[in-house]
């Protein structure tokens, strides 16, 4: 069945770097756009990026363009993000979502936390 | 750009109907029939349950149906179910080419 597993999560220091990665199964994977989102702790659902099947477009919030990059190996049915100059406030637990459609998300993963700290 | 505003809660007995808003604007909501719904219980992945404003996959219950009036879309529930107890969020892709939630709703079953 479709499974997306999310690792890299982890403590890191504000102003410090994480790679985040999201393993896919179940389908074929350069066929769809690929997101993640996030959620602070005991806030709401929080939009981060998308990215195209084969990775020529992407797209990202304001509150992380500059900072973060997505990308995507589709021969290793991945999914990435590379976070730079982290904040406090990127503090959360992230999801990948594979996108279908019209921007609807289905399934997700589990999430991995990041959490930036001194 | 700001959330999609929905009320942060509402609650109903088993068996009753309860209604989640979703207000937006002219940009997001208002100009697509792009929303979605999720529903989010504690240490679970989030699970879609409404997409283009009111498409039900498969396997959600037909309990669960969505809707759209100018800037404003809503979930609605009937039958309500302890199970039903979560937090749900709305979604909609906006003309920036963006994505944009809700702050999202906890849904109290009394």
């Known amino acids: 069945q479709v499974q997306l597993v999310e690792s890299g999560g982890g403590l890191v220091k504000p102003g410090g770097s994480l790679r985040l990665s999201c393993a896919a199964s179940?389908?074929?994977?350069?066929?769809?756009?690929m997101t993640w989102i996030r959620q602070a702790p005991g806030k709401g659902l929080e939009w981060v990026s998308y990215?195209?099947?084969?990775?020529?477009?992407?797209n990202y919030a304001d509150s992380v363009k500059g900072r973060f990059t997505i990308s995507r190996d589709n021969a290793k049915t991945s999914l990435y993000l590379q976070m730079n100059s982290l904040r406090a406030e990127d503090t959360a637990v992230y999801y990948c979502?594979?996108?279908?459609?019209?921007?609807?998300?289905?399934?997700w993963g589990q999430g991995t936390l990041v959490t930036v700290s001194s | 750009q700001s959330a999609l505003t929905q009320p942060a809660s509402v609650s109903g007995s088993p068996g009753q109907s309860i209604t989640i808003s979703c207000t937006g604007t002219s940009s997001d909501v208002g100009h697509y029939n792009y929303v979605s719904w999720y529903q989010l219980h504690p240490g679970k992945a989030p699970k879609l349950m409404i997409y283009d404003v009111s498409n039900r996959p498969s396997g959600v219950s037909n309990r669960f149906s969505g809707s759209k009036s100018g800037n404003t879309a809503s979930l609605s529930i009937s039958g309500l179910q302890a199970e039903d107890e979560a937090d749900y969020y709305c979604t909609a892709y906006t003309t920036s080419s963006t994505v944009i939630f809700g702050g999202g709703t906890k849904l109290t079953v009394l």
């Open positions: 979502a594979r996108v279908r459609g019209n921007y609807w998300f289905d399934p």
């Open positions: 179940g389908f074929t994977f350069s066929d769809y756009y």
């Open positions: 990215i195209s099947g084969r990775g020529l477009y992407t």
